[in-house]
């Protein structure tokens, strides 16, 4: 309730390219890429590491201009970084010598529109990433899942028209990251605002996305996008039981796995590690399909 007041926007990339360096030094990493990221909709994005994902990102934000092509927000040309194109990095920190709350009501602070609302609003996210009991805590004092749910908070309290979050949860462990999974589905589901979540992780994919965009391998463009309706509120049980969420999985892995041994073919040190992660992944339910018909 208290976060649908925002009026949630669609970004359009259209047919973009962007290179690295000049002349015979120059790298193309991005090559002829289009597609939209849906209003009010869970877009993930999912890519082999080095494709040019963060690439994207960059330029969505506003911080990198394309080679070629157009970028926009609600129909209007994206040129420079603005509040309403928020952007959680992996490597976004929280201010030290900050408390958790302080951390999170900085955004409206700084800009002096911390009121009454944003109070309300500041209360409701702590509640909402289970972070009630640690308001008055300094980051050294939190996990590093608390730390990552104080961050999502912080970002989410400045209510951006577009949600943009380039790997989070990297580096966390599987339980604290399916974890973080349910808190950061329950945040998008309580304010169906758009998001654009960038991960390199099938089944983080699965779990949060409504529609899963496949890139290629570099320079990278769109391969396949995924419907996935899967109900919500989504939890974790529920998905992992679910045959249409693994269908989903096996489609778009068997897809990554394609671009992966294009690269691999190419001499990629990446796809190499993409390529033995997607084996462990297939043999991993291979056994628990081998279990289920001894039961
Ligand atoms: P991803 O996020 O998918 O892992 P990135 O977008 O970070 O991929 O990087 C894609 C490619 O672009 C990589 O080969 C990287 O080395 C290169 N790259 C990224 N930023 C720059 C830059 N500022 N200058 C030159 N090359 C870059
Ligand atoms: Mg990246």
Redesign the pocket.
């Known amino acids: 309730m208290l976060g649908q007041k925002i009026e949630s926007g669609e970004i359009d990339v259209q047919n973009v390219s962007k290179s690295?360096?000049a002349g015979p030094m120059a790298?193309e990493?991005v090559r002829d890429c289009s597609f939209t990221i849906e209003r009010g909709k869970l877009n993930v994005m999912i890519?082999?590491?080095?494709?040019?994902?963060?690439?994207?990102?960059?330029l969505i934000a506003g911080f990198?201009r394309p080679n070629e092509g157009r970028i926009t927000l609600d129909g209007k040309p994206i040129t420079e970084p603005s509040r309403d194109r928020l952007v959680v990095f992996q490597e976004t920190a929280l201010f030290p010598w900050m408390t958790t709350y302080e951390n999170i009501v900085y955004g409206p602070k700084a800009r002096g529109t911390f009121n009454a609302e944003a109070r309300d609003r500041a209360e409701f996210l702590l509640e909402k990433v289970g972070l009630v009991q640690f308001r008055e805590k300094y980051p050294m004092q939190l996990s590093g899942g608390m730390q990552r749910r104080a961050e999502l908070a912080r970002a989410m309290i400045n209510n951006p028209h577009v949600m943009i979050l380039?790997?989070p949860f990297r580096g966390l462990d599987s339980m604290t990251k399916e974890l973080m999974w349910e808190y950061y589905a329950s945040l998008f589901e309580e304010s169906h605002r758009t998001n654009f979540f960038?991960t390199?992780d099938i089944d983080e994919a699965v779990f949060l996305a409504d529609r899963m965009i496949i890139?290629t391998n570099?320079p990278?463009r769109v391969r396949a996008v995924l419907d996935i309706d899967l109900p919500r509120p989504r939890k974790l049980g529920d998905i992992i039981e679910n045959d249409r969420a693994n269908d989903v999985k096996m489609q778009a892995l068997a897809i990554l796995h394609e671009e992966a041994m294009k690269s691999f073919s190419g001499g990629s040190a990446?796809a190499t590690d993409f390529v033995e992660a997607y084996s462990r992944r297939v043999d991993r339910r291979k056994r628990s399909d081998d279990n289920g018909q001894s039961d």
């Open positions: 690295y360096g790298r990493v890519g082999p590491s080095g494709c040019g994902k963060s690439t994207l990102i960059r990198q380039d790997e960038v390199t890139m570099i990278t990446a």
